[in-house]
């Protein structure tokens, strides 16, 4: 069965760099989620979309920015790169419609800002 | 608000012993209750979850939660540990449809020889 597919899978910026990362959700899942999860530390939701709308916002900075295209998939844009940044990028996907909203999660993109 | 709290960040058992890996929650509104699995430098697998239908959860691997009400508790059981099962064990609650996942601090599980 097709999973979340999440690209690159490991990354290496420098500081005040920016990076790109990619989401493709199971095919016919309505919703896209993004955790950042720091080392040692559970997965904190960043941000989702609804049918390519923005539907919740968490704990994302101000310099990252998140959008869904219309064939679903989605990109998580960091800017101005900060150590802090380190950390496994999830990308989750749901189907709505299925109900108990269970996400499956993408293998992660680890973000290493050096 | 919404929280998940899971006590004890590490727990070791020996192999073929009861694993007992504890999930309590706090929601305003009836919760959707799950447990994920991550081994190192992967993503999130699901073990099971709980949508309000029965209270006794049944899961991959061998796996089970009970959801208990009045105790606020989500607990995951496993009869007999497997050293596969060794892993990070994370319980996380969803207030409904389209809702994010909030997720608890997580649990370490070793499993001695």
């Known amino acids: 069965a097709a999973g979340v597919i999440q690209s690159p899978r490991h990354l290496i910026k420098e500081k005040r760099e920016t990076a790109t990362l990619k989401c493709y959700p199971i095919?016919?899942?309505?919703?896209v989620y993004w955790y950042q999860q720091g080392p040692g530390q559970d997965p904190q939701f960043l941000i989702s979309?609804?049918?390519?709308?923005?539907?919740d916002k968490g704990s994302i900075p101000d310099r990252f920015s998140a959008q869904q295209f219309s064939d679903y998939h989605s990109e998580l844009n960091m800017s101005s790169l900060e150590l802090g940044d380190s950390a496994l990028y999830f990308c989750?996907?749901?189907?709505?419609?299925?109900?108990?909203?269970?996400?499956?999660f993408g293998a992660g993109s680890r973000l290493t800002v050096l | 608000a919404q929280s998940v709290t899971q006590l004890g960040s590490h727990v070791s058992v020996s192999e073929g012993a009861l694993v007992l890996l504890r999930c309590n929650y706090s929601s305003s509104v009836p919760p959707y209750l799950f447990w994920y699995v991550q081994y190192p430098n992967q993503g999130l697998q699901l073990l099971l979850k709980?949508?309000?239908?029965?209270?006794l959860v049944k899961g991959i691997n061998g796996f089970e939660a009970e959801f208990k009400k009045s105790e606020t508790s989500f607990h995951l059981t496993k009869p007999s540990a497997h050293m596969s099962d060794a892993a990070e064990y994370f319980c996380?609650?969803?207030?409904?449809?389209?809702?994010?996942?909030?997720f608890g601090a997580g649990t370490i599980l070793r499993v001695k020889s």
């Open positions: 979309f609804y049918e390519k709308m923005q539907s």
């Open positions: 989750a996907s749901s189907r709505i419609s299925t109900g108990a909203n269970v996400l499956t």
């Open positions: 095919p016919r899942h309505d919703t």
């Open positions: 709980y949508t309000s239908a029965a209270t």
């Open positions: 996380a609650l969803s207030g409904g449809y389209g809702n994010k996942l909030v």
